[in-house]
């Protein structure tokens, strides 16, 4: 999250050297593994991250909110073109799973 809130979960116990480099090791695995089923694995380990944390997907989306209209831009600007097809759903595939593995990266 961008702000701190005090707690007494397991991801608040955490030595704040451990956090940095669980958020390091994370990112490099999301760079690393950019298919759907890495994606889709990386999915999982947010979810523990989050739950470790007392969070919910809803208030860390929140948290997130003006992050989320620039990801799916980079989404819509990929998917029209200039010329006929002018929708074009094929090229924002690489660009979706980017901004979604932006968006795990954020996250955790």
Known sequence: MLRYEPGDSLAHRLDPRTKLAVQLA??????????????A??????????????????????????????L???VLFELVTLGPPW???????DPLLASYRTLLIVAV
């Open 41 to 70: 694995v990386l999915t999982v380990v947010t979810g523990v991250a989050l739950a470790s944390a007392h969070l919910t997907p809803v208030s860390v989306l929140w948290g997130y909110r003006f992050l989320l209209p620039l």
């Open 72 to 74: 799916a831009a980079a």
């Open 87 to 93: 929708i074009e759903p094929a090229a924002a595939v």
């Open 26 to 39: 994370f990112a490099a695995a999301a760079f690393a593994h950019t298919d759907p089923q890495g994606l």
